[in-house]
């Protein structure tokens, strides 16, 4: 390409901009990528569902950075389609690409005609598989990182690997201790032997691969959420595989440490870390868990070499050589020392085997059995699934947030990096759970009203009114006819079920954090109780700390009574909703919580940590009553029960009552989700509610 390597890479983190894409699927296993033989710049038409193309065959190269990840829809406003893909031959501007050049002008990238290059090239076009798992994607992203720098290996030069490589491989050796799986991540050996510029160019891409991987993995890319629950939706900050690239090969000797910082920092993730490290030492249990096969070969002791060393290494983390004193010189890859000892012995006793140390046959045959991921202990394996849901927040929390942790029934304020307060919160029921994910808190309304989701008006509503025809009535409901449709609203008030104010923050569940007018409840120890929004106690000294300084609690008291009044933030909160059933508090210390939904038990399937299958592990759950977001200028109407409203509703009133009120849909507002969160009724154990709902 006429430009050095160093001039290379750079572009190549320009043009990926080191960003991540929110995945919320299964990528797509390894096939073979497309060929594409041209040599001008390529028309960019993206795959359905992928957000980077590159041409591969001849290698004409165009990148585009992975897109920004797809927004909720706000509430109060009707989910959008997503975007059709340009048309071909056009391509998109991005921000790094603003006043420049337009994404798809990047000078097409030659056949390269020097032996090793060519060797890259033609194994990028290959369709064999560099490593389950990795998807089309990241191999359209690898073969832009090379194709930008001239198809230059930057892990294997001379026959040997790099500062850069060595540190890597140094750190896929030791994922366990971030709890992923050793055995995802495997390290090509370079042998004694000269080496072919074909077997280079395998090992530099194998090596690539095994990197991308561990970093996708690290942010939370191992499972696919929708397979534990449909209500996990977080936005996962998965880096482009060009982007991890760039960062690891320019960091020389730390590319171990950058490549470690793709795993959660958050001292809660620390403390499960710390746990899972101390257990494995107290069980002897083996860091790795997966499988491997050692051929056969005679009884190895501590001082022997053997070819069958190396694998030892890498299945249990271990450097691939004992490193130099100032007596000893470096140990040899294939050497069974001591430390290879250690590890083996370590393995026996967690199998039940006499802990010799030796590799004997038996030892070779229970290292190659897939029973060993079943020796994790249960502890072991909460662990695991813990550490796991730290990848899905964000990497950066932010400076103020809301946490939720919704096993807990608490939730905390965080500014400035500092707890300012906490709270008990009830949430959802086991048949309508809480959902799980990050959004941004926008604004609060004092005085809310609450429009009854058709789910509800039909499963619920529509019941009790047909028991007692004045029900609506004697609860203050109104009846509201629009378009022909009917739907039922509960006004401001004290009876509401929203209570006093309720905090909002746009997502496609329709869930928010709001008052109750049954505060009894949150004296009751476990409290799964609402159809999926979570209530907050004592709501407005959690508005002193979420709301700006000029609306304080006091303030907002005088509001009550006086019609409804949105508030905005100044700036957007982030708020979390997060599922810990084991977390650690303000000394470290860790703490358990029920698994309320039973998302353990599949997390752990879905791990490997246990046998069994999701599709029998998955109960059915109930849809929390939650409607897509509409506009707050129609209320939520079920246009098929209308007439069971119309007839309960004029069914003669008992003697005093009331009747419903039929009002004018009311005037348009600022756009906000239609309230969707009822109180059905409590559990046995907890304290009879005031209200039906």
């Known amino acids: 390409m006429g430009a050095s390597r160093s001039a290379s890479v750079a572009l190549a983190a320009l043009m990926a901009g080191c960003v991540g894409y929110a995945v919320n699927a299964e990528p797509r296993l390894d096939p073979a990528p497309s060929v594409v033989q041209s040599t001008a710049a390529p028309s960019v038409s993206p795959e359905q569902g992928q957000g980077d193309t590159v041409a591969t065959g001849a290698i004409s190269a165009s990148v585009s950075p992975s897109p920004d990840p797809v927004k909720p829809a706000a509430a109060g406003e009707a989910v959008q389609a997503p975007a059709s893909p340009p048309e071909t031959g056009k391509a998109e501007t991005t921000n790094a690409e603003a006043g420049s050049e337009p994404a798809g002008a990047v000078a097409a990238a030659p056949m390269p005609t020097d032996p090793m290059g060519a060797a890259l090239a033609a194994r990028l076009a290959d369709p064999a598989p560099l490593l389950a798992r990795l998807s089309t994607r990241d191999r359209e992203a690898m073969q832009a990182f090379y194709g930008l720098g001239a198809f230059k290996p930057v892990w294997v030069v001379d026959g040997a690997f790099t500062a850069a490589a060595k540190a890597a491989a140094s750190r896929l050796s030791l994922a366990a201790e971030d709890g992923l799986n050793v055995q995802a991540y495997p390290v090509p050996v370079i042998g ?13 891409l194998k090596l690539s691969a095994a990197i991308v991987l561990y970093a996708k993995d690290a942010r939370g890319g191992r499972i696919n959420l929708s397979a534990i629950s449909r209500l996990i939706t977080p936005t996962l900050d998965i880096p482009g595989a060009d982007a991890v690239l760039t960062r690891v090969a320019s960091a020389g000797p730390q590319a171990g440490t950058v490549l470690q910082g793709y795993n959660p920092a958050q001292a809660g993730y620390l403390a499960l870390k710390a746990r899972l490290a101390s257990l494995r030492n107290l069980h002897g249990a083996p860091m790795a868990v997966s499988p491997v096969t050692i051929p056969a070969g005679p009884v190895l002791q501590v001082g022997m070499h053997d070819p069958r060393v190396p694998a030892l290494r890498r299945h249990f ?8 004193t100032l007596d000893a010189a470096s140990g040899e890859p294939d050497a069974f020392d001591a430390n290879v000892s250690a590890a083996v012995a370590k393995f026996q006793r967690g199998r039940g085997l006499p802990a010799t140390g030796t590799l004997t046959p038996q030892t070779v045959a229970a290292l190659g059995r897939t029973e060993a991921s079943s020796r994790v202990g249960d502890e072991e394996a909460t662990v695991l699934v813990n550490m796991e849901r730290w990848r899905w927040l964000p990497s950066d929390l932010g400076r103020d947030y809301v946490l939720v942790n919704i096993p807990e029934f608490r939730l905390r304020v965080v500014r400035n990096g ?8 009830i949430v959802g029921k086991a048949e309508t759970p809480t959902p799980v994910f990050s959004g941004m808190m926008e604004y609060a309304v004092v005085n809310p009203s609450w429009n009854v989701p058709p789910s509800i008006l039909k499963n619920e509503f529509l019941p009790a009114l047909a028991r007692d025809p004045n029900y609506a009535a004697r609860r203050g409901y109104e009846v509201v006819y629009r378009n022909g ?8 008030g004290e009876r509401n079920a929203l209570g006093f104010i309720k905090f909002l923050f746009p997502n496609n569940h329709a869930v928010y954090l709001h008052d109750t007018p049954n505060r009894s409840l949150f004296s009751a120890s476990q409290r799964a109780m609402s159809h999926g929004c979570v209530r907050v106690d004592d709501p407005f000294r959690f508005a002193d700390s979420v709301l700006p300084e000029a609306w304080s609690s006091e303030r907002l008291k005088k509001l009550i009574g006086k ?12 708020v979390h909703l997060a599922y810990f059933t084991l977390d650690a508090d303000e000394r470290g210390s860790l703490r358990s919580h029920p698994d309320l939904y039973g998302h353990d038990a599949r997390m752990k399937i879905a791990l490997g940590l246990v046998p069994g299958s999701l599709l029998v592990a998955k109960a059915p759950v109930k849809a929390p009553a939650k409607v897509a977001a509409r506009p707050a200028t129609t209320a ?13 509703a004029s069914h003669p009133a008992a003697p005093g009552a009331n009747p419903v009120r039929a009002v004018r849909a ?3 507002r600022s756009a906000e989700a239609a309230p969707v969160d009822p109180w059905g009724p409590a559990p046995a154990p907890a304290p009879v509610s005031r209200g039906w709902w």
């Open 317 to 324: 983390g271990l450097p691939t050589r004992t490193a130099g």
């Open 666 to 668: 009311p005037a348009a």
């Open 418 to 425: 500092i707890q300012r307060d906490e709270t008990r919160v």
């Open 192 to 204: 004694t032997q000269g080496l072919t510029e074909a077997q280079t160019a395998e090992i530099e």
């Open 485 to 492: 449709n009917i739907s039922v609203r509960q006004p401001p």
């Open 563 to 574: 019609g409804e009044r949105t508030i905005r933030l100044p700036e957007k909160l982030p």
């Open 636 to 648: 939520p109407s079920v246009a098929g029960p209308s007439s069971q409203i119309r007839r309960a």
